[in-house]
């Protein structure tokens, strides 16, 4: 296609119908698997400025039948795409809140808030609201240790319906974090507006904190404006102690990134929390 000079395209090239039937196998992967529940949820620790874990986020993982193990930037955009991301969305919620449950039987686990990722399509659907209470109550989860992460692509297109199913899931406890914070538009009277909880330090501001002042200065704005707004605020992708000791210093005392743990399986995360009780 290049050969064809400086933005020519060629409709049907065979680059593009390779990329028209790679997508729609994918879609169709997503779907069977779905079915066939060969998607999984990790999870990665979060803790304060004591070291102690507070709570989890959990991130979906696709085992794929021939390519194995499918991160969620190479599938959850085409899932949105194709609307999959509903029964996706719905599947992970119910799998989150099952797990929660059962966390208030142990002492290690009692007291965790799990973090769930909910997508811009799943947060529109009309019935967002009715799902979310119908699993907590199905599952026995503590809706007060279930945290929603939304960003703030998905805040644009109706303010005010987002504004009014939080405050719906608000009411029974439920806690809201605004991922990615400071890579999108948001402005800073919708955030105002907002019934949320957290604001998550985006991880491409943590990687060169301590090289970059820009992302320095964005990072302690970050936590300026949380402070000011009476939301507290957490630090993602931190990596290296000094991050941490610098984060910290700006105020930010909460933390997730491969520095405490990287994302693992339920089994792993709970063998994890022995090991560190034990030490
Ligand atoms: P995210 O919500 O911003 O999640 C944080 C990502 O940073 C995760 O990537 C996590 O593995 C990674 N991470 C954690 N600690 C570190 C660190 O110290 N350094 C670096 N470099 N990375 C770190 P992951 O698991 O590949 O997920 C990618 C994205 O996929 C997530 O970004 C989220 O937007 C989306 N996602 C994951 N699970 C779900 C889900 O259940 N539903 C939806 N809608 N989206 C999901
Ligand atoms: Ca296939
Ligand atoms: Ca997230
Ligand atoms: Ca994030």
């Known amino acids: 296609a290049k050969s064809a ?11 593009m119908q390779t990329k028209v039937m790679e997508y729609a196998e994918f879609a169709n992967d997503i779907r069977s698997s779905i079915q066939n529940k060969d998607f999984l949820l990790y999870y990665q620790v979060q803790v304060n400025h004591h070291g102690e874990r507070v709570g989890t986020e959990a991130l979906l993982r696709w085992m794929h039948p021939v390519k194995g193990m499918v991160r ?8 949105e795409e194709t609307g ?23 002492t290690l686990t009692q007291g965790l808030t799990l973090a769930v990722n909910i997508s811009a399509h799943q947060l529109r659907t009309h019935d967002f609201v009715e799902k979310v209470k119908s699993t907590i109550s199905k ?16 805040l644009l297109d109706d303010i005010d319906d987002t504004i009014e199913k939080m405050r719906a899931l608000q009411a029974i406890g439920v806690t809201f974090a605004l991922d990615d914070f400071g890579t999108g538009y948001s402005s800073l009277s919708y955030l105002k507006r907002l019934p949320l909880d957290q604001l998550k330090i985006d991880k491409t501001f943590v990687r060169d904190l301590l090289t970059d002042t820009q992302d ?6 970050i936590v300026s404006l949380a402070k000011s707004l009476h939301l507290s605020v957490i630090a993602e992708g931190v990596e290296q102690e000094d991050q941490r000791i610098l984060l910290a210093s700006y105020g930010c005392l909460l933390y ?24």
């Open 139 to 154: 599952t026995g989860a503590d809706p007060s240790k279930l945290k929603l992460e939304i960003t703030e692509s998905m």
């Open 84 to 106: 999959l991301i509903i029964p996706l969305g719905d599947w992970v919620l119910v799998e989150a809140c099952q797990v929660l449950a059962g966390w208030a039987a142990h």
């Open 216 to 221: 320095a200065d964005i990072a302690s704005t």
């Open 256 to 279: 997730q990134g491969y520095l405490f743990g990287r994302p693992v399986s339920l089994k792993e995360f709970m063998a994890s929390l022995e090991t560190f009780e034990n030490q």
């Open 5 to 15: 000079g400086r933005n020519t395209y060629r409709f049907f090239n065979p680059e």
């Open 72 to 79: 969620p930037d190479e599938f959850i955009p085409i899932a």
